[in-house]
């Protein structure tokens, strides 16, 4: 690992366990183990370290390989999607816990959850980011099933893409605020919760 990889680490780690307004470059230097002047041949401020994670953040789902594969095309010839939508989610939810599995990742959701109201940079992303675009993509996938008459004709899909989503981010929100640390346990019933929600949803709308 480089300095610059480790001063990524280090920030991330602090940022999500103490809150990003209450770590100096001082402090990261420290915890990395080399002087606050040699952050600045990486990094121009405390900003950018943040903004370096976002973008990582954001590369992950949108370079993720099973995250784009074909199978989860929000597309109205997906097979997968049409005939069998369970199976659709159950394999986007696999491809992110996939994702989430690793300790970097856990601490940027983290990091997310719990300093959104105290950062306005960390707030727009969490709109943009984990709010907006979700939700844009649940909307597509219940308009689709809609379409094709796999959902009763008087389903809203917005609403419905909001009621699909909120209890994650609850189930989330609640997670982050528990545990410094996340215990993998905790993930797995995240996940077998999460998706018995979506299960449960998507039966009550469905055609019969």
Not at 5 to 24: C, P, T
Not at 111 to 134: C, G, S, T, W, Y
Not at 156 to 176: G, H, Q, R, T, V
Request: proline content about 3%; aromatic content about 14%; charged content about 30%.
């Amino acid at each position: 690992m480089n300095t610059k990889e480790k001063i990524f680490d280090v920030s991330l780690d602090l940022f999500s366990k103490k809150g990003y307004d209450s770590v100096s470059l001082r402090e990261i230097a420290d915890e990395v183990g080399i002087k606050k002047s040699s952050i600045y041949s990486h990094y121009p401020s405390k900003e950018a370290i943040l903004m370096d994670i976002f973008e990582y953040f954001q590369d992950l789902f949108e370079y993720d390989e099973l995250l784009n594969s074909k199978d989860l095309l929000l597309e109205s010839d997906n097979e997968i999607l049409l005939e069998n939508p369970e199976l659709f989610y159950h394999k986007g939810s696999e491809a992110i816990k996939v994702m989430v599995s690793e300790e970097r990742n856990l601490k940027i959701w983290k990091l997310l959850f719990i300093q959104m109201h105290h950062n306005d940079a960390i707030r727009e992303f969490f709109h943009d980011e984990i709010l907006v675009k979700p939700l844009i993509f649940w909307k597509g996938f219940f308009s689709i099933l809609k379409e094709n008459g796999i959902i009763r004709e008087d389903c809203n899909p917005e609403l419905l893409a909001k009621e699909y989503y909120s209890f994650p981010i609850y189930l989330l929100l609640e997670i982050c605020a528990k545990y410094d640390d996340i215990p993998e346990s905790t993930l797995e019933n995240f996940f077998e919760e999460a998706e018995e929600h979506a299960n449960f949803l998507l039966d009550c709308v469905k055609v019969k």
